[in-house]
């Protein structure tokens, strides 16, 4: 399990060690004028953003929520979206009172974490109008893992889709824009995009990955 996205070092290693620059830490130019650290910002964004997940949890998160409208005369029920994935929730009031989870209330999907929703098991108490504005307060930590942690699987993603947005570029200063090279009664040809195998095979992975990650929308 990782601990963090990969970082602007962590993309030099893995394009060193592939033989696609030339030191890990300093590149000679023009290569030391690539896009390293905004391309593992880019891969991490992009990630987050295909999925609609937010991966590395924030412990000791609270939030506010209004309490949604009830759906029944008993007011039991009653669901609450919580608006992103919660990898655990420690405490919940509600009107400033504590609640009991399976008595007053219970976390879902029943297979979590992460959690994306609370379903009220037990009558709330009559408000004045605007006491349902931030009446709830949700206490744990935000995020499909918890904190300091990534799956294995999404790290190689994203620095794997870091890579290829970085090797364009680096085919590019290597040919001089060409796609094709010839001498004597050899010819090289990377098929439309230098250094296309890299970026294809890499971004292949971080499509598949994705798609395996993604959340997909929940109905009651």
Sequence with gaps: MATAWPTTANLMEFLFAAGLIDSKTAPTAPLDDLPFAEAAVAAQEEFERM???TFIGVAATTQAYDHPVHDDQTHKGT????????N???????LGVTLTVTTDYILEPSNGPPYTFVRFL??????????????????????FGAAATL???VYLAALQRAAAIV??????????GATKQSQADVTEDWGGTPMKGFVDQWNAHFREVVNS???????A
């Design 122 to 143: 037990t009558r709330r108490p009559s408000p004045t109008p605007w006491s349902l504005i931030d009446e709830i307060i949700v206490t744990g930590t935000r995020g």
């Design 213 to 219: 990650y993604r959340r997909w929308a929940w109905f």
């Design 151 to 153: 799956p294995d699987a």
């Design 51 to 53: 999925t609609n997940r």
């Design 167 to 176: 090797t364009m570029q680096i085919g590019a200063y290597e040919s001089g």
């Design 88 to 94: 655990a929730v420690t405490s919940i009031t509600r």
């Design 79 to 86: 669901i609450l979206d919580l608006e992103t994935e919660w």
